[in-house]
């Protein structure tokens, strides 16, 4: 089954940029080793995941009686603290929080990905 990792807030962590260049490494380090769990454990694939540019550069799409309107900024306030994601193929959600326990402390939130074929 394939899974949608969202790092979704910072959590208790400080924001990105307010870490020193040596915080940053050690979070990056966990990214890394959570990367490598995932290669070594049977039944999960990486498929894709990225780090997202600041909310501030978010554009929103809204759709409103057949209108569609575009504002900058992100739809709610958490979307300023959204850092990236991740889609993993995995055997079960149980999988996906364990290895989830290696990356720094972020509010993550995991969604299953539907099979619409």
């Known amino acids: 089954m ?7 807030g ?10 020193s260049a040596e915080e940053q490494a050690a979070g990056l380090e966990r990214h890394e080793a959570f990367a490598q769990a995932c ?4 039944g999960v694939s990486m498929l894709g995941g ?7 550069a978010a554009t929103t799409l809204r759709t409103r009686g057949g209108s569609m309107s575009v504002t900058d900024g992100p739809f709610a306030e958490v979307a300023e603290h959204i850092g990236g994601f991740y889609l993993l193929e ?4 149980e999988t996906v929080i364990e290895l989830c326990r290696i990356l720094p402390a972020y509010d993550i939130d995991i969604r299953p990905v539907l099979d619409l074929a």
């Open 90 to 93: 995995a055997p079960d959600l």
């Open 10 to 19: 910072y959590g208790e962590l400080p924001l990105w940029d307010d870490l």
């Open 39 to 42: 290669a070594d454990r049977d």
């Open 2 to 8: 394939k899974y949608f990792v969202l790092l979704a």
């Open 50 to 56: 990225e780090a997202l540019g600041d909310g501030a």
